[in-house]
């Protein structure tokens, strides 16, 4: 009997230690990786390719608040209740659909007021302010990043069929007048300068990277000798200093050429990002996003191995990570497919919790696993989408992703 009323007795207990604050069910259900918690969510173990990773199996909830204190908005896409696959952000992990949508790219909030670019379900550049979505002109575009100034105009950046372009307040300001040049990122400095990240294709046929300032006032990047790369994203140091995030092409005696995650930093002092490996190893490496905290550089991305001969069930493909200065930190992904464990698209700083968006693997199916949208706080793996969000039956329930990450 004694046995019986004390086992009771820690029951509620535990049950009270779960629904007492829903902030600490969040950071207790989060879990240690690799382990269980009281409150049932249960880590699953992974391999990937130098160690016994885990990932967190879903079952987590991921709907309440992330950092205390803290908003966290992130940009993407995923299935809604309907089972249609749209354009959406996530509030401190709840989901938001963004109307007549086929994903979002980046995401803002000045004062409350979200916005995010992104792409119209009729494959046109498009943003929304809150859930009121804006077409830009421009056939067959996409609109890759987005900000707003002090006075409240949007500018957005982008492509279309003909060409790299911005759009202020929704006017098309052409960059270049042929499609060999995307835009990819866009800031602004406290002066009212515009800066607007990617590449172009010169006449040598070589991708450059590249910035416009104020329009198709075009300044080259750094390269190595015979190689090119691109702009992924900018970020704005004290409101003047530019970093610019991306990847060159650098020559490599086992492969030729292979891509390697670089910063520039203004008008072109590059800085290579190690690779964490032997380029027998390792084919390359790519920085998608960019941070500024203080004096310190973040920049997010990923890394490519190779995949061996014989090995094919125990390496190659994409694992996420990023860089603080000149430092990688390996993130979690989800179980080793036949295309890695997953990427980091995007990264913010705040108060020193580093958050880091992208897509993880999800099914332990080497050959058929979906990649899922998912958020990393301080190298602690959540996903985004649970299956009880999408209707029963939907085969690909967890596909989705996040592009862009906003802390408040």
Same mark, same amino acid.
């Given at each position: ?227 090119? %790369? ?7 140091? #004290? +409101?003047?200093?530019? $970093?610019? /995030? @991306? !990847? &060159? ?34 084919? %390359? ?7 500024? #905290? +203080?004096?310190?550089? $973040?920049? /997010? @991305? !990923? &890394? ?105």
């Amino acid at each position: 009997m004694f046995k019986h009323i004390l086992f009771l007795l820690i029951l509620s207990l535990v049950f009270w230690a779960c629904a007492e604050d829903e902030e600490s069910l969040t950071e207790d259900c989060a879990g240690v990786l690799g382990g269980n918690n009281i409150c049932g969510c249960t880590d699953s173990q992974s391999s990937s390719y130098d160690s016994t990773a885990t990932y967190d199996d879903g079952s987590c909830d991921s709907s309440h608040i992330l950092i205390p204190g803290r908003t966290i908005y992130i940009a993407g896409e995923s299935y809604n209740s309907e089972g249609n696959l749209t354009a959406c952000y996530w509030v401190n992990g709840v989901r938001v659909e963004l109307p007549g949508g086929a994903w979002a790219t980046d995401i803002v909030v000045v004062n409350g007021t979200v916005y995010t670019s992104g792409t119209g379900e009729s494959s046109d550049a498009c943003y929304w302010i809150n859930e009121t979505r804006y077409d830009l002109p421009g056939d067959g575009g996409e609109a890759e990043a987005i900000a707003v100034d002090s006075n409240g105009v949007v500018y957005v950046a982008g492509w279309y069929n003909d060409g790299s372009c911005y759009w202020k307040n929704g006017q098309r300001i052409d960059l270049t007048t042929n499609g060999d040049s995307q835009a990819f990122a866009i800031g602004l400095r406290y002066n009212g300068d515009v800066f607007v990240g990617g590449y172009y294709l010169n006449n040598s046929h070589y991708v450059i990277p590249c910035y416009w300032k104020n329009g198709n006032n075009r300044n080259n990047l750094s390269i190595p000798s015979g190689g090119d %790369g691109e702009v992924n994203d900018v970020a704005i140091m #004290d +409101g003047n200093t530019r $970093y610019y /995030a @991306g !990847y &060159t092409m650098t020559p490599d005696n086992f492969a030729g050429y292979v891509p390697k995650a670089c910063h520039w930093r203004n008008a072109g002092n590059r800085t290579d990002l190690p690779l964490g490996g032997s380029s027998w190893d390792i084919y %390359g490496a790519t920085g998608t996003g960019i941070a500024i #905290d +203080g004096e310190d550089i $973040y920049v /997010a @991305g !990923y &890394t490519d191995w190779y995949e061996f001969t014989g090995e094919e069930e125990t390496t190659g493909g994409s694992f996420p990570q990023y860089w603080k200065n000149s430092t990688i930190h390996d993130l979690p992904g989800g179980p080793l497919t036949n295309f890695g464990t997953g990427v980091a698209n995007d990264i913010r700083v705040a108060d020193g919790d580093v958050v880091v968006v992208g897509e993880a693997t999800r099914d332990t199916s080497y050959s058929g696993s979906q990649e899922s949208a998912c958020y990393w706080i301080n190298g602690e793996l959540h996903y985004l989408v649970e299956q009880n969000d999408v209707p029963a039956g939907l085969e690909d329930w967890d596909w989705s992703s996040a592009k862009g990450v906003f802390i408040e």
